[in-house]
């Protein structure tokens, strides 16, 4: 279990042979497809995993911080609002518990130790996934589903895109790199492991908050829409 779950950090040439065949891995994703196959939502998630897990992305994020930034933004922003909609039903409870739980499960395994442990153990690496992942669907399901105010939805959309954002300006700003696993590796790339970590926080600050911005936007025309209506009354 002590090894990089996605194989070794490949160099360029090798990249595009990198694909994850892990039997596991195929079997999960093809239950996943079956659970959901009504849903062209939850469908859509399963392709977002596939390019996260399957696709030479995997293995890249096992060289690159930046790779892995867009692996885990994939998860969060990508595959987890899918399976939100795929989900469907009513949301229980109010959004700020989601929002908590997923933000501090973002930070937490951002940290230096905890990554790089997750980076090293396989046990560890799928811990990684799962919460993130699972965090991530509980975020977008309560905001998705809830019976709330198309407000209130909104504040907590923007929160979590900023404290993802703040998250990412940490990581660009920090004067050193931080992370011990991809201290090699991004020479091969053609980058120092500190411009590589500065990449990734760009990529968390500003790419990654497409998904909550277009949310934003359906949510803020909701709250517009009833506004007007109470109005015409």
Known sequence: MDRTYCGPPP???ELWTS???D???????????????????????????????????????????SARVVHHVLLVAGAAPLLAVALGGRARGGIAMPF???ALILWAWHAPAAYDLALSNVAVYWLMQITLLGSAVWFWHSVIAADGAPVERLVFVIASFAQ???????????????YT??????????LSPLRDQQLGGLIMWVPAGLPYAATAIVLARQSWAGLRDNRAW
């Open 23 to 65: 039997p596991f891995l195929l079997i999960a994703l093809a239950v996943l497809t079956i659970a959901v196959r009504r849903e062209p939502a939850g469908l859509a998630a399963v392709a977002v995993l596939i390019v996260a897990f399957v696709s030479p992305l995997c293995a890249l994020s096992a060289a690159l911080f």
């Open 164 to 178: 993802m954002g703040m998250l990412g300006a940490v990581l660009t700003f920090a004067p050193d790199a931080l």
């Open 19 to 21: 694909w994850n065949l």
């Open 11 to 13: 160099l360029p040439a």
């Open 100 to 102: 908590a739980v997923s």
């Open 181 to 190: 696993a991809h201290a090699v590796a991004p020479f091969d790339w053609g």
